[in-house]
């Protein structure tokens, strides 16, 4: 089954201690991309990937790590957590996102279930 | 900067019901846009995808069209059901990102 699998799903920690939340995907995706959601402003881009080795800042990176050393892992990795990095966390993948541009390969994304971040 | 803007932020309607969602959005270079559906505790589901250089896309009971001159985007959702209850969110492709709206809640009363 084509899918898109985030753990933990839920986790309570405590400011500064480091924390990694993994993201993997089957379906040999090129492009992949982490979200955090908050209420009232909806789904915002922390970094994405457009291939293995190949990574990008989003609108709110800061604060976050990413890395992508293999095509179906796309690790977040928060360094030193803080209380405002309390969120609900969405990976996603797609085959590719520069094939946007034209008719072929014009795919929508796949979430994750979801990683719900509580930070003390 | 591209802005996604959905409204209402919230609709409660009966079941049967046929019913709009809007989505506006702010810059009209767009690669395409987006409709998913959110579940509590769920992650989320692409519901439509209209490319740039289209209109309209349907699937059952559901059909968004796109005016990208105009910066906008609805969700027609025919017959409505209590199964329809969700969040569903809009989403503009550019530049390589998928900017989001906030979302509209929907409640459909059995």
């Known amino acids: 089954e084509a899918q898109v699998t985030q753990n933990p799903r839920y986790l309570i920690t405590v400011t500064g201690k480091k924390l990694t939340v993994t993201c993997s995907q089957n379906?040999?995706?090129?492009?992949m991309s982490w979200y955090r959601q908050d209420p009232g402003l909806g789904l915002r881009q922390i970094y994405y990937?457009?291939?293995?080795?190949?990574?990008d800042k989003g609108d709110v990176p800061e604060g976050y790590k990413v890395s992508r050393k293999e095509k179906r892992n796309f690790p977040l990795i928060l360094e030193s957590p803080s209380p405002n990095q309390t969120s609900l966390y969405f990976c996603?993948?797609?085959?590719?996102?520069?094939?946007?541009?034209?008719?072929?390969?014009?795919?929508?994304?796949?979430f994750g279930d979801g990683t719900r971040l509580s930070i003390l | 900067k591209q802005e996604v803007t959905q409204i209402p932020a919230a609709l409660s309607v009966p079941e049967g019901e046929n019913l709009v969602l809007n989505c506006s959005f702010t810059d009209s270079a767009i690669y395409n846009l987006q409709w998913f559906r959110q579940d509590p505790g769920k992650g989320l589901t692409s519901l439509l995808l209209?490319?740039?250089s289209q209109r309209e896309q349907t699937s059952g009971r559901l059909n968004a069209s796109l005016d990208k001159s105009s910066g906008r985007s609805t969700l027609y959702i025919a017959a409505s059901q209590p199964g329809d209850s969700a969040t569903y969110l809009c989403?503009?492709?550019?530049?390589?990102?998928?900017?989001w709206g906030a979302g509209t809640k929907l409640i459909i009363k059995p």
């Open positions: 209209i490319q740039s």
């Open positions: 989403a503009v492709s550019s530049n390589y990102q998928l900017i």
């Open positions: 996603a993948s797609k085959w590719s996102f520069d094939r946007d541009r034209g008719i072929v390969g014009n795919q929508p994304q796949h």
């Open positions: 990937s457009m291939n293995v080795e190949v990574t």
């Open positions: 379906m040999n995706h090129e492009y």
